[in-house]
C-alpha cells in the first residue's frame, strides 16, 4: 500500500487550492498570458499541474494540519522571481505570501517547504546563497527546505562546497536545503513517446516489420536536424558556423532572430548594441578574441534576412517543452546537433532537448555542458563513440569544446550520401536502444511524484 502524503495550501477559493507563493492580494487568474495581460510581469508560480492529481496526496488547507506536511510550491519561470532575488520580483516572493501561522509550523519543523522546478534545471549557487540568508532572517532552519529541480549536475556540489566552507551550527549536514533532481524533463519526453505508441503517429518504432529493410534501402535527403528556438549566443554560434560552412542549405536547421516594428523577437536573447546587432562580448568566451569570431558575427544580416527559418512548426514561439515532435524530419536525415540551454553557464545542467533525437532513432552530438553525455549515459543511455568523437565533452573551456564541435560536425558532413548511410546504420543498435529506454521511462511518469516524495520525506 502506498504511503500518503498531506499537502497543505494557504488559499481555497471557488472550490480549488490556489497554488502556493500566488499573491494574496490578487484574484486568482488561470493562466500565465491573462496573468502577464493584467500585471505585466510574469507569474512566480505554476496554476496547478497535473503532478498533483494523485490518489496518495491529501490536500488540505494550512490551518486544518499541525504537522507532518508539505507545502508545495510550483516554480514557474526563473528561481529568482519566485525567492525575490530578482528586484522588481520582491514583494512577489514566495516568503512575503505565505501565512504567518503556517511559516511558524515550519519554522517548529512541522512541515517542509518543497519548491517543485520539475522542467527548470538551471539554478546557480548564487541563488541558493541568497535563500540561505532569506531562510536565516526567518528564522527557519535550511532543513526545512527541500528544492527539485530537473537535471543540473554542478550546483549541488557546488552548495555543499560552499555549506564546508562556512563554520556555523547553520551548514552542519544536517542543516542544509535538500537538492533533488527530478529528471521530469526525460520522463516527460519518454512519455510523448509512451503515450502515442498505439498509433505511433509522430515516430517510428523498432518493432515495425520491415521497417529497417525499407529504410535501409532509402538513402536520406538530408544530412542533420538542428532545431533552435531561443537564441542565445552560443545557439547563434553554431547557426553562424553551419553557415560559414556551407551547411544551413538542405538541412532542416530553425531559427528566428528577426524584428518586428523596431521590437525585438522574444525569441531572440542576443545581447545586441544599439544598432541591433550582437555585441562581441558575449562570444569571447565561445569563439574567442578572432576574426572566426568577428566573420561570425558579421554574419547576422545575411542569417536576418533568412530569419525565421523554420522546419516543421511555423511559429516558434509555440513550440516548447513537452510535445511538439514531427517525425518527418528526423525520417529524411541522418543526426541531430542539439543546441542544448547551457553551453558557457556557470552550471552544468540539461533539459529536455537532450532526449528529442533519441525519440526518432538519431544520432546525436551535443552543444551543451560539459559532462552531457556523461550524465545521461549514468541513466542507461547510450552515446556513439567511436562513430563520433566524443572528446568534446570532457573539455571545460567552451572555446575549446566549440572548436571539438566544429571540427566534428564538419567531418562527419564531409561524408559522402553512402558513407553517411552506412555511417547511420552502423549505429542502428544504439538508437534502438534509446528509444527502448527512454519508452521505459515514459511508461513510469505516473510513479515520479511519488518517489520524489518518498525520497523527500
Not at 108 to 120: H, P, Q
Request: some cysteine.
Amino acid at each position: 500500500m502506498k504511503k500518503r502524503f498531506t499537502f497543505v495550501y494557504d488559499r481555497f477559493e471557488n472550490g480549488k487550492f490556489i497554488p502556493n507563493g500566488y499573491p494574496e492580494k490578487y484574484v486568482f487568474i488561470h493562466t500565465p498570458e491573462e496573468y502577464f495581460a493584467k500585471f505585466k510581469i510574469e507569474p512566480t508560480v505554476h496554476f496547478q499541474s497535473d503532478f498533483f492529481n494523485k490518489p496518495f496526496i491529501d490536500s488540505k488547507l494550512s490551518n486544518e494540519v499541525d504537522e507532518n506536511f508539505i507545502y508545495p510550491v510550483e516554480q514557474y519561470s526563473a528561481v529568482e522571481k519566485l525567492l525575490g532575488e530578482e528586484k522588481r520580483y520582491k514583494k512577489y516572493t514566495l516568503f512575503n505570501q505565505i501565512k504567518e501561522s503556517t511559516l511558524n509550523k515550519i519554522r517548529k519543523k512541522k512541515g517542509k517547504i518543497v519548491i517543485f522546478a520539475l522542467e527548470e534545471s538551471r539554478i546557480e549557487l548564487r541563488s541558493f546563497i541568497f535563500l540561505h540568508k532569506k531562510l536565516k532572517f526567518l528564522g527557519v532552519c535550511p532543513s526545512s527546505v527541500v528544492y527539485i529541480t530537473g537535471h543540473n549536475w554542478s550546483v549541488i556540489d557546488d552548495y555543499h562546497k560552499w555549506c564546508d566552507l562556512k563554520n556555523e551550527e547553520l551548514f552542519r549536514d544536517d542543516s542544509r536545503i535538500k537538492i533533488v533532481n527530478s529528471h521530469a524533463q526525460l520522463y516527460l519526453k519518454g512519455h510523448d513517446l509512451y503515450r502515442s505508441s498505439r498509433s505511433r503517429e509522430d515516430f517510428q518504432s523498432p518493432t515495425t516489420v520491415g521497417l529497417e529493410d525499407v529504410m535501409k534501402k532509402e538513402k536520406r535527403p538530408h544530412q542533420f536536424v538542428c532545431f533552435n528556438r531561443r537564441i542565445r549566443p552560443p545557439r547563434y554560434a553554431m547557426i553562424a558556423m553551419l553557415h560559414n560552412n556551407n551547411l544551413l542549405k538542405n538541412n532542416f536547421v530553425s531559427f528566428s532572430i528577426e524584428t518586428k516594428n523596431n521590437i525585438i523577437n522574444q525569441l531572440n536573447c542576443l545581447d545586441t548594441d544599439e544598432n541591433g546587432k550582437p555585441r562581441m562580448d558575449s562570444f569571447l568566451r565561445i569563439l574567442g578574441n578572432t576574426k572566426l569570431c568577428k566573420k561570425y558575427i558579421s554574419y547576422f544580416d545575411e542569417l536576418l534576412e533568412m530569419s525565421p527559418l523554420t522546419v516543421d512548426y511555423e511559429d516558434l514561439t509555440k513550440v516548447m517543452g513537452p510535445g511538439h515532435e514531427n517525425r518527418e524530419p528526423y525520417l529524411n536525415s541522418y543526426f541531430s546537433i542539439v543546441t542544448e540551454t547551457p553551453f558557457n553557464d556557470k552550471t552544468y545542467f540539461s533539459t529536455e532537448k537532450i532526449y528529442r533525437p533519441m525519440l526518432h532513432f538519431h544520432p546525436f552530438i551535443v552543444q551543451g555542458a560539459p559532462f552531457t553525455l556523461a550524465k545521461i549515459k549514468e541513466l542507461g543511455f547510450k552515446t556513439f563513440h567511436p562513430h563520433i568523437d566524443e572528446s568534446y565533452d570532457e573539455v571545460i573551456s567552451p572555446f575549446v569544446r566549440m572548436q571539438k564541435l566544429t571540427r566534428e560536425i564538419k567531418r562527419i558532413c564531409g561524408m559522402s550520401v553512402d558513407e553517411m548511410h552506412k555511417w547511420y546504420y552502423d549505429q542502428l543498435d544504439i538508437v534502438v536502444h534509446n528509444q527502448n529506454l527512454l519508452y521505459r521511462y515514459g511508461k513510469e511518469k505516473h510513479n515520479l511524484i511519488y518517489k520524489l516524495l518518498k525520497e523527500i520525506s
